[in-house]
């Protein structure tokens, strides 16, 4: 490059400078590859972990409204007992 004119030194560098930037995105692509699939199994498990959490929630909310119903009926069944212990 020594030998090269003004115009002709700068092309040189441009293509060095272009060469030595792909040569940097090569490397970097199979590292951001790597991540990118990491980053796709933690929000796949993520997401399993989110289904899980809902269907607790559910099954939890589903107990919860069997109890409220229990004591309904208990509580009809009391009211039921004092009615008919008043009416004899």
């Given at each position: 490059?020594?030998?090269?004119?003004?115009?002709?030194?700068?092309?040189?560098?441009?293509?060095?400078?272009?060469s030595?930037?792909?040569?940097?995105y090569?490397?970097?692509m199979?590292?951001?590859?790597?991540?990118?699939?990491?980053?796709?199994?933690?929000?796949?498990?993520i997401?399993?972990?989110?289904?899980?959490?809902?269907?607790?929630?559910?099954?939890?909310?589903k107990?919860?409204?069997?109890?409220?119903?229990?004591?309904?009926?208990?509580?009809?069944?009391k009211?039921?007992e004092?009615?008919?212990?008043?009416?004899?």
């Open positions: 490059m020594q030998n090269l004119r003004g115009g002709e030194a700068r092309a040189a560098s441009a293509i060095v400078n272009g030595e930037k792909i040569k940097i090569e490397d970097l199979p590292r951001m590859k790597r991540n990118l699939e990491k980053e796709k199994r933690n929000l796949r498990f997401k399993t972990m989110i289904a899980s959490e809902i269907e607790q929630k559910n099954q939890l909310e107990v919860l409204r069997q109890c409220v119903d229990d004591v309904k009926t208990e509580i009809y069944k009211k039921n004092n009615k008919s212990v008043y009416c004899k």
